[in-house]
């Protein structure tokens, strides 16, 4: 039997009935039946990564309403309206493959191989041995000495498999740790917290960044595929926003919205970096464009970045 197989699963928080996105989506019309439609997709996109498109044949297909009706098995009017407020609010993003990303999926997926599931059932398995004996009637020695070399056999083959796992486990947690030393180190920490709270006092400081908590993970996380420059850039560039700086409506960029990855790529490619104004006309130009205030091209960039962010 192979032990390469991989099985996946949703790690939801104690607290995710209880997180404002999730409330408010149960507060609409039908809502609870939007919920569970989120955790469906949620579940079939585990296994690719948070994200969901078909592959049929040689070429990647978009699901569309009514495949994702049969994928889920869910009613297509609720299909419809649920999708298009998950990618108004910003937990469903469509790229521009066609597929569908679930935002939210970094801390929730949970895998194991085909080896621990094994282990896991050998350990059931083991707990109901042990309810048995106890209601098994008494055995006369010689049954007993077949019962017992039974069991070392078995205790052995178990043990052996344990082991083996234990030691796979320990290597991989080992390497896990490595490369988030190398990734983040005293320094470095230091100096990010130091350039993000040189922004605009409009922005939240940042106080601490602590191992194993979520926003130092997914801080790893960019800095391992980015790279440590490309995050001080990223910092950098908020400068240049008077949206993110929270200079054109009640948003304010926060650390653990930067560093989302889909957030965070949009900062670093200067997404919501402010245009250049326009040269101010003279006085034989046309200058019905030239009002006060913001430019138009500019009022609609802010508008279509709210309703990136369902705002």
């Known amino acids: 039997m192979s032990d390469k197989k991989r099985y996946y699963w949703l790690k939801l928080p104690e607290d995710f009935y209880d997180d404002d996105t999730i409330q408010w989506i149960e507060d609409q019309e039908n809502g609870a039946a939007y919920v569970n439609f989120y955790l469906k997709l949620l579940l079939k996109s585990l296994s690719d990564d948070g994200r969901l498109i078909r592959y049929v044949g040689q070429r990647l297909m978009p699901y569309d309403v009514k495949s994702l009706a049969r994928l889920t098995n869910t009613d297509t009017d609720t299909v419809r ?12 993003e469509r790229l521009d493959t066609g597929e569908l990303y679930m935002n939210q999926i970094d801390e929730m997926i949970g895998s194991e191989t085909q080896a621990a599931t094994r282990m896991r059932k050998m350990r059931a398995r083991k707990s109901i041995d042990v ?41 991989y947690r080992d390497k ?61 560039n908020i400068r240049q926003s008077r949206f993110l700086q929270g200079y054109v409506n009640d948003f304010a960029i926060t650390f653990d919205w930067f560093v989302r990855p889909n957030n965070f790529v949009k900062v670093l490619e200067g997404n919501y970096t402010d245009k250049k104004p326009a040269r ?16 138009e091209s500019t009022r609609k960039q802010f508008e279509e970045i709210k309703r990136e962010m369902g705002m």
């Open 81 to 92: 309206v649920a999708l298009e407020l998950f990618v108004n609010i910003g937990l469903v």
């Open 131 to 171: 309810e048995n004996k106890r209601k098994l009637p008494t055995l006369n020695s010689d049954e007993r000495n077949n019962v017992t070399d039974k069991r070392n056999n078995v205790q052995k083959c178990y043990t052996d498999i344990r082991d083996r796992d234990i030691e796979i486990r320990d290597r």
């Open 176 to 236: 896990d740790i490595e490369t988030e030393k190398k990734s983040m180190n005293s320094s470095q920490i230091k100096q990010i917290i130091s350039l993000w709270n040189s922004l605009d006092n409009n922005i939240p400081k940042v106080t601490a960044l602590n191992a194993g908590t979520k926003r130092y993970k997914l801080l790893t996380a960019r800095i391992n595929e980015y790279g440590i420059d490309d995050v001080i850039k990223a910092i950098k």
């Open 280 to 295: 101010k006309p003279n006085s034989y130009e046309n200058t019905s464009d030239a009002g006060g205030g913001i430019s």
